[in-house]
């Protein structure tokens, strides 16, 4: 169903309730890693079992003859969120976000190794002029060798590994569209996320108060309306033309990261991210413009 309006409008929500997620967190205060992820995890599946309910029904939800591949997409999936968990403990809402972007210049990089996808020289200078921008990102943290010594600059090395791990979840949600359903595969993540999370907090757990709790719970459901406005703003309009929007979650990050932790974002992030956000863009261009020409698509972005 070709409705693009109501696909720009679910991926504009998405942005806004992934960012409202990640600010619950913030406003939780100080919890246990662990404990943070089981939390933003399981109550996640409360609005995808709300959804199930009108859709697929719930006895669909776990049906599946693709156990293995689901697996190593959670597996993913959960080492990309405690990934950016950890980061969001030291780094700004908006340098988080700034970060999240570098992930599908990973993307083109990781659909080449593995699913042997062609990448042409427009693309790959695209790849290039990215990681430009990468090092611009991390130069205020210290720079490359800060990241790799684990120095000041740990919550940047932690974010750049969460991007790298959602690329990888690119590419398997891309072997498994085909045969899988949206509600499956976010049923699958979801449920291991929560479990690895519960076993995490055996080891590091505290008993939250009525505040922490309540940002706890909220965190989960934010994350899960993000996850079925993304889901489903695909079904209304092409991938192409939503990319674009992903990155309207930098004013999201920056306008509450300022008004509720009166946190300013580094210049040179900005700097950084807006090349990175360039290359993105000029790949989304050019896929446009292969889809037009009726030549096969490039890996995803």
Not at 115 to 140: D, W
Request: net charge positive; proline share 4%.
């Amino acid at each position: 169903m070709n409705r693009p309006g109501l696909g720009i409008s679910l991926k504009l929500g998405a942005t806004l309730a992934f960012s409202l997620m990640y600010a619950a967190i913030k406003l939780a205060g100080e919890v246990p890693l662990g404990e943070a992820i089981f939390f933003r995890s399981f109550f996640a599946l409360i609005p995808l079992f709300v959804l199930a309910g009108f859709t697929t029904g719930l006895g669909n939800v776990m049906r599946t003859k693709r156990p293995g591949v689901h697996l190593l997409r959670s597996l993913a999936g959960v080492s990309s969120m405690f990934l950016n968990f950890a980061a969001l403990e030291t780094l700004p809402l908006a340098d988080i976000t700034a970060f999240s972007f570098v992930m599908p210049i990973f993307a083109v990089v990781l659909a080449t190794l593995m699913l042997k996808e062609h990448v042409g020289i427009y693309r790959g200078s695209a790849v290039v002029i990215g990681f430009c921008g990468v090092m611009l990102m991390i130069e205020p943290y210290g720079g490359m060798g800060a990241i790799i010594s684990n120095g000041a600059s740990k919550g940047a090395g932690l974010a750049l590994g969460g991007s790298l791990f959602s690329a990888f979840v690119v590419v398997f949600i891309r072997q498994m569209s085909a045969t899988e359903k949206s509600e499956t595969i976010v049923f699958y993540f979801m449920s291991t996320a929560a479990i690895a999370g519960a076993l995490v907090m055996i080891g590091s757990h505290v008993v939250p108060d009525a505040q922490m709790a309540f940002w706890l719970v909220m965190s989960g459901l934010f994350g899960g309306v993000g996850q079925i406005c993304m889901t489903y703003s695909y079904r209304y309009a092409e991938p192409s033309l939503l990319a674009p929007f992903d990155y309207v979650a930098m004013v999201w990050a920056t306008g509450l990261g300022y008004l509720l932790f009166a946190d300013i974002p580094q210049m040179m992030v900005i700097v950084g991210a807006g090349v990175v956000i360039a290359a993105g863009l000029f790949i989304v261009w050019r896929e446009r413009r292969l889809h037009k020409k009726g030549l096969p698509l490039p890996a995803s972005v």
